[in-house]
């Protein structure tokens, strides 16, 4: 059970959680917050005996603040290193001095929040630090509130992070992170830490393709994939960010992180007050595998919107078929194409609204057009609604195209600075949706369009980076919290949706995955991983994408060759296996492929849907990773152990292994397994010691196995 002890004799407050403990205490004056461990789980007399051990160290030229391992820094008195909270009060004075003022522990299901209130001893700036942690998992989420309990005068804040993480005293650490561009997402990477700082961030207003909010530290690089203690963090922000890996010169290693403070400055007003999105924490034992179970599982339970349905339905998108050119007749003909493969959902993605005859037009104006939709989109949602499948419909609210109705009657509405020019890209500008006339349009247009057809399903897109973030009609005011605004906005709008349409579900997607966090994850059900479909770069994309997110809620399709990014062919069979590891979906045109392929389809899409309950809501273990060798294998365990799906793909040519031997992780040693295609039994022991063979033959060849232990066949 999760559990917060608040320990008189020491000060201190110890999080017992699955299989880790977490600890802090108050310096003696009630000034500062020390963090003293966090790791293994110890038995809480350990944890007290930790916390009263600590002391703090005399050294010259530095105070006992600026060395201090403290949970939340302040800037103030002799602090150098990455601060969590920089304010300027309205006299001038910069800095500040707090003191501790109350604490308590609240229960709800199965979750316990501990909160923490500080306060300026001068000043009305108060901040309560959260902590709250949940039973049966290491994850230790973190926020923080600020109020000004002031009159009158305003308080300016000029940096304000969410938490600080302090690595537990070791030589050295390795930083594991994801980076990427579009097409090329979530690329997993990994840098030892010299003294200094190490910054990923986004400055983009969005969470970007460049640098996922996610990061992994392990002592010495000496974690692998199934051993090793890790420590990592996600951000749940979908703006932008900053995570900041500082190494300092006494080899102590924090990771500070949260809202970005780059163009930041936010007034928070007297009698306001102001919550910072979650940092959430983890630590595992297990090596990166363990590390990315405790991810998915955590984000399964407690982060994604509760169940529409135990398992994601399998999507067709119509993009990389018809592109712009939608129309009644060619989407019903993709449909029924799709009906007859066995999908669920129909998703008519870009084109069907406004002159959207291209990208330079159309934006903003999301009403159908009667050109390609002479009868509205009603006669269509009922032919796909009558072939059995839902329907799903793509939007992509917060921008604007200049040649659009709606930016010729609010020109003012989009991000500008005045006598600076409007940058466009991909012909759009951004909608500033931290004005609340576009948040109240911005619902409402939505709202209808949910209301007047029967949709189920909408794919958000979000197909720029926010540039001249200026806001000319506030510009004597705080014109720079459009930063946090938009994305509270954004938040607010989709939670507004959910609450009214409860029976819609929603994928982000910014260019592919240039929106996939944990704040963003809590309000869709999944997320567009990439626009690259090409199946070999997709193992990369999908191997780091699996580090930090859920499989579950990873979208992957199966499109046309050769793929229109690449150039590369590869066999339907290479591409549905690819697509298989995650949530499947079809995006290839379907009115090209011969009956011997949608014969071949069909049967995909039937397997499918036999495993991925496993796929999805199983435990992942990566067996071979992309980035080494010609190989990359996955094994996807049921919760209750009865089943195991095992992928396993060939890259290309280069004479290499013969004889494939995969070791199978995680089966219970006595147990037997029978393999679906050959009958075989193998014992757990012989799976894992000595491994299950794998035949590819030539290039991109790929095999999926599913085994289910003999007492359950
Ligand atoms: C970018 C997305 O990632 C694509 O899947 C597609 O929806 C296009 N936008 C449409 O403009």
Redesign the pocket.
Known sequence: MAEIIYDTASLAWIFQMEASTYCMRLNEEQTSLQHIYWGARVDTTVAREMALAWKTYFMSFESTAGNSREEFAPWGEMRFNEPALKVAYADGTRGIEWRFQAHGIEQEQGSQTLWLRFADQVYPLQVTLYYRIHTGHDVLERWVRLENNGADAPIMLEQAFSADWQLPRRERYRMTYLHGRWGKETQVTETLLAPGKFVLESRRGTTSHQFNPWVAFDADASATEEQGELWSAGLAWSGSWKIVAETTPYGTLHCVGGVNDFDFRYRLDAGTRLDLPAFVGLYASGGFGALSRQWHRYQRARVLPAELESVRPILY?S?EATA?AVNERNQMELAEKAAALGIEVFVM??GWFGERAH?RAGLGDWTVNRTKFPRGLNPLIERVNALGMRFGL?V?PEMVNPDSDLYRAHPDWVYHFHNRKRTESRNQLVLNLARPDVRDWMFSTLDTLLSEHNIEFI?W?M?RSISEPGWPAESAGNPERVWLAHVQNLYWVFDALRRKHPNVAFES????GGRIDLGILSRVEQV?TS?NTDALDRLRIQEGFSYAYTPRAMMCWVTDCPNYLTGRSVPLRYRFHVAMAGSLGIGGDLSHWTPEELEQARGFIETYKRVRPIVQNGKLYRLRSPRSGQVTASQYAAQDGSEVVIFAWGHSQQFGERLIMLQLCGLEVDAHYVEGVSGRSYTGSYLMRYGLEAKLVGDFDSQMFHLVRADRL
């Open positions: 998108n993009w712009f993605d870009d990208d793509w992509e794919k897109d197909n997607c910014s260019g592919g567009w626009d």
